[in-house]
Nanobody
Framework: VRLVESGGGLVQAGGSLRLSCVAS????????LGWYRQRPGKEREFVAA???????TNYADSVSGRFTISRDNANTVHLQMNSLKPEDTAIYYC??????????????WGQGTQVTVSS
């Protein structure tokens, strides 16, 4: 299984970035896909997820209304990040899993992509 993220970078506060992730080799036809992030000195935390079949989405409170998760097909997911804040600075990780339970760190992970928001 391989997950490859892209789209990170440096942006000013208030700006936007779009992250993408392509998953290959996942055995499930329609895995649940999501994003986590790890801010400096913090533990990895849930950001957003989209269910494999229904497409139902859920978000962390800290990003709700600013971030949008979407998928092109079963194995490609995007995270549109608007109104970025300096506290959004983190390494963002793509995740694929068979379970729709996002409170625990399971499944397959990408290598991470750095997002830096300057004030």
């Amino acid at each position: 299984v391989r997950l490859v993220e892209s789209g990170g970078g440096l942006v000013q506060a208030g700006g936007s970035l779009r992250l993408s992730c392509v998953a290959s080799g996942v055995t499930s036809n329609t895995p649940h896909l999501g994003w986590y992030r790890q801010r400096p000195g913090k533990e990895r935390e849930f950001v957003a997820a989209i269910r494999g079949i229904s497409g139902i989405t859920n978000y962390a409170d800290s990003v709700s209304g600013r971030f949008t998760i979407s998928r092109d097909n079963a194995n490609t997911v995007h995270l549109q990040m608007n109104s970025l804040k300096p506290e959004d600075t983190a390494i963002y990780y793509c995740n694929a899993r068979g379970s729709d339970y996002w409170a625990i760190l399971i499944g397959y992970w990408g290598q991470g992509t750095q997002v830096t928001v300057s004030s």
